[in-house]
């Protein structure tokens, strides 16, 4: 049976289901929770190693189920990986390129769209950043009328929402804002009430009552929680900075709206116990990219990347290997640690795979692997590599190349260009902080894996144009052909 996506979204017809791999008859499916910090480094956490900053429910958690060791946003900066979270397919195949540029096009299925033909209920809370929320004033730095990047959460499958454009400061939200933006709640609808104190905490009391709302219903709900902290401007309160009084103004802020942020965490974890619905529940957390690594607002280069090369920005690790867990349980077993190459990418195709979801319309290629056979313990190691592509100066890049590609225990980075002098090969498991450059010693390899890097860029090109949509779609602008870099 074919099915249209406009078919699909109108909800005239729900795809059958198949059996689940993991929950066995579909009526088992599951809650699904996709959290995710802003520029929060790989070692910030305690679970992987910070003896400073106290993430007690985080630690927790990751005892509870899976801590990723080689997990990786889908892209060095926020909207980029955002993307790659909602649709399982690399940002290049959109026009999500860079922060505040692009929007989320129509012809996109995204996870809430696919669980929403379940009846899942679904909200978003947090920063969006894959489109402007109005197309009335001007929010944060887009929108107003004749805006050609209006896409919101509500136009893209989300029943509920609570919404930001961009990042908004991590203490009292809407003051003190370097671009004026709002709480949006809906079309032409923003919050007025309950935004003082700490971001985090403002975010967490929305979610609960939406969390409470789908069990007391019976209902499976999708909750994507896209907390603001660390992001600058990073501000935390009074109490937290008291938590850290012996180190500077900045290093409280930084580490205070951390420790606040899992917090939340912490009160949603024992609201689904107390609900009796957390058994039922797939509860991601990662970082969204490195941390801040420019100069600038107050605590923006506090963040740790654990020893790793580059930060946020960067196609090294430090700006793309983030910190990550899956809590599940009865899944995912507690305590395990996960070596595996995973990513924000592998969402999409790892719910579809446990719900049993068909995609409609015509096949159109998914970056992501499911990550379905890992969690049951079958899977060790990827079918598939992990292809990265970001464009900019090579000062905010921390000097790495443009494109890569993760690839077992390997990586590639290049710039595609002639004779490719700035090309390297790390091997990941022997070198994880890429300090040794292997090129010469894997030519081969090297070739190998730079040939099929251009055929992902062709691929990804081909998606740009429409290639992938029923509907027909012309892109806002040219297919980014490089930068300085190239």
Request: aromatic share 10%; proline share 9%; glycine share 12%.
């Amino acid at each position: 049976m074919s099915v249209t996506r406009r078919e699909f979204l109108s909800g005239s017809l729900l795809l059958p289901a198949t059996p689940s791999l993991l929950c066995g008859a579909p009526a088992n499916r599951p809650n699904v929770i996709l959290m995710m910090a802003d520029d929060l480094g790989w070692g910030d956490p305690g679970f992987n190693g910070n003896r400073v900053i106290h993430t007690p429910n985080l630690d927790a958690m990751a005892q509870a189920g899976i801590r990723f060791t080689r997990f990786y946003a889908g892209g060095p900066v926020c909207s980029p990986t955002r993307g790659t979270c909602l649709t399982g397919r690399h940002y290049f195949r959109y026009g999500i390129t860079h922060a505040n540029e692009g929007a989320l096009p129509k012809p996109e299925i995204t996870i809430a769209e696919m669980l929403k033909s379940f009846g899942y209920a679904t909200g978003h809370f947090g920063k969006w950043h894959l489109g402007t929320l109005t197309e009335e004033i001007k929010d944060g730095r887009r929108g107003g009328p004749g805006t050609k990047s209006y896409s919101p959460p509500w136009e893209n499958g989300f029943d509920e929402c609570f919404s930001t454009e961009q990042a908004v400061p991590t203490w009292d939200p809407m003051k003190d804002q370097p671009f004026l933006t709002k709480y949006w709640t809906g079309p032409g609808q923003y919050a007025r009430e309950n935004l003082e104190g700490d971001d985090s905490r403002v975010m967490m009391d929305r979610v609960i009552p939406f969390v409470r709302r789908a069990a007391k219903a019976g209902r499976p709900f999708l909750a994507v929680v896209w907390f603001h902290a660390p992001h600058a401007p990073v501000v935390a309160g009074p109490g937290h900075r008291a938590m850290y009084s012996q180190y500077s103004e900045d290093q409280q802020h930084y580490y205070g709206c951390i420790t606040a942020l899992d917090e939340q965490v912490g009160r949603l974890r024992r609201e689904l116990r107390e609900l009796g619905v957390a058994d039922n529940t797939m509860t991601w957390f990662a970082s969204d990219n490195g941390p801040e690594g420019m100069t600038g607002d107050q605590g923006r280069n506090r963040g740790s990347t654990g020893g790793l090369r580059g930060r946020k920005r960067s196609l090294f690790s430090g700006g793309v290997n983030v910190p990550a867990l899956l809590e599940w349980p009865g899944h995912a077993r507690p305590g395990r640690v996960v070596d595996m190459e995973c990513s924000t990418l592998d969402y999409f195709p790892t719910v579809r795979d446990v719900t049993g979801f068909r995609m409609p319309g015509k096949p159109r290629p998914i970056d992501g692997v499911s990550l379905a056979s890992l969690i049951d313990g079958k899977m060790t190691s990827r079918p598939a590599p992990i292809s990265f592509r970001y464009i900019e100066e090579p000062a905010p890049m921390h000097g790495s190349p443009t494109v890569a590609m993760v690839e077992g225990r390997y990586k590639l980075l290049t710039n595609f260009a002639a004779g490719g002098p700035e090309d390297m090969l790390f091997d990941l498991v022997a070198d994880r902080a890429e300090t040794r450059n292997i090129i010469g010693k894997q030519p081969e390899m090297a070739r190998s894996m730079k040939t099929r890097l251009s055929d992902w860029i062709a691929s990804c090109k081909a998606s740009y144009a429409g290639a992938d949509y029923d509907e027909p779609y012309t892109p806002a602008e040219p297919f980014p052909q490089g930068g300085p870099n190239n």
